[in-house]
């Protein structure tokens, strides 16, 4: 590989990516706060999910899902459709109750 300097249309290429990389706030934002240690922090785990606000669409959402799953595994008995069911029914639940808490001053 030759260590030189690019050429001149390579150059221009490499200049307008960094340009456009520099602009992406998002990008900037997530190079800023990257963390190096990666273990689980299970206390800011439950922080992240204590602090969780889901909107009512998400909750409406989840219900029509969950419902849907129910109805269909009560009437075909398929094992997928239940475990389906049963993995989201506590999930539905607890944006349910955060929703319901986040409105009525919980």
Same mark, same amino acid.
Do not use: C, K
């Given at each position: 590989?030759?260590? %030189? /300097?690019?050429?001149?249309? &390579?150059?221009?290429?490499?200049? &307008?990516? &960094?340009?456009?990389?520099? /602009?992406?706030?998002? !990008?900037?934002?997530?190079? /800023?706060?990257?963390?190096?240690? /990666?273990?689980?922090?299970?206390?800011?785990? !439950?922080?992240?999910?204590?602090?969780?606000?889901?909107?009512?669409?998400?909750?409406?959402? !989840? $219900?029509?899902? =969950?419902?849907? $799953?129910?109805?269909?595994?009560?009437?075909? =008995?398929?094992?997928? !459709?239940?475990?389906?069911?049963?993995?989201?029914?506590?999930?539905? $639940?607890?944006?349910?109750?955060?929703?319901?808490? %986040?409105?009525? %001053?919980?």
């Amino acid at each position: 590989m030759s260590i %030189g /300097r690019l050429p001149d249309h &390579e150059q221009r290429i490499l200049d &307008e990516m &960094e340009r456009v990389l520099r /602009r992406d706030r998002r !990008l900037d934002r997530r190079l /800023r706060t990257l963390r190096l240690n /990666r273990r689980p922090d299970p206390a800011r785990a !439950l922080a992240r999910m204590a602090s969780y606000r889901p909107r009512v669409r998400t909750v409406a959402l !989840l $219900l029509a899902v =969950s419902a849907g $799953l129910l109805v269909a595994g009560a009437v075909t =008995s398929a094992p997928g !459709l239940i475990w389906a069911f049963a993995f989201l029914w506590p999930l539905t $639940l607890f944006a349910g109750f955060r929703l319901l808490a %986040g409105r009525y %001053g919980g």
